[in-house]
């Protein structure tokens, strides 16, 4: 057997000697559901659903309630996002005795949602291309206090983190909204209004409303200069 079948076996071991209790934090009911089954395809039971939310005022009642273990956390979340949900659940982070730790999973890969929610206090970042395997063994390591990033997202933070210069927040980002900089990037990359509220499973008429609070908001005129804007900003 080679070291790296062991260490697969003691991890595999370990994850059905114990159970992890999770909350499921995500907007959207099927992909609650895809995860859940994703946990159970994993051949373990060792990681056991005990609350799901699909805004931030749920997500502080379940997970306050239930006290997980670690809570998979989406980043753009109806209510504030979950940096929101961090910042209301920050005495639960700091219980010494039976802390919640929070990992999110979430669609978005952009550098700003990945620092934002980190320096909010999550515990680590993966996309939801995840496998379900690596997602249980996140979890197992969330829980057991490490930090897990998918690869190329780990960049991001140890950028973030070591550049002491850098101001830590972007103050006219700063004033826009989860649901507003998601609209940002996706105008900035050329999508129409329509095939953003497809994408985003809001109206056409949210999306108008979105583009109009963006732009007043950064003092610019069009969808041109907003381009332009999030491309200094390596936000596209």
């Excluded at 070591?162 to 900089?181: C, G, I, K, W």
């Amino acid at each position: 057997m080679t070291e790296h079948e062991h260490t697969d076996q003691a991890q595999a071991e370990q994850q059905t000697r114990r159970q992890v209790r999770v909350v499921l934090v995500d907007d959207h009911r099927m992909f609650r559901t895809g995860v859940q089954a994703e946990i159970g395809d994993t051949g373990t039971s060792g990681v056991d659903v005990v609350g799901e939310a699909a805004d931030v005022d749920q997500a502080v009642t379940v997970v306050t309630a239930t006290r997980p273990d670690v809570v998979l956390l989406d980043v753009h979340l109806p209510g504030g996002g979950g940096v929101e949900v961090l910042r209301r659940c920050a005495s639960l982070t700091g219980d010494a005795e039976h802390p919640v730790r929070f990992l999110a999973l979430s669609v978005s890969d952009a550098a700003e949602d990945v620092i934002g929610v980190i320096r909010g206090g999550a515990r680590g970042y993966v996309t939801k291309t995840i496998t379900g395997p690596d997602l249980v063994t996140s979890i197992f390591r969330v829980a057991d206090g490490d930090a897990v990033f998918s690869p190329r997202l780990a960049g991001f933070v140890l950028d973030a983190f070591a550049s002491t210069d850098a101001p830590p927040v972007d103050e006219d980002l700063d004033r826009l909204t989860q649901r507003e900089r998601e609209v940002l990037r996706l105008i900035a990359r050329g999508y129409a209004y329509k095939e953003i509220a497809k994408q985003l499973f809001i109206s056409v008429k949210t999306v108008e409303s979105h583009v109009s609070a963006v732009l007043r908001k950064l003092q610019l005129s069009n969808r041109h200069e907003l381009t332009r804007w999030a491309t200094a900003r390596r936000l596209v």
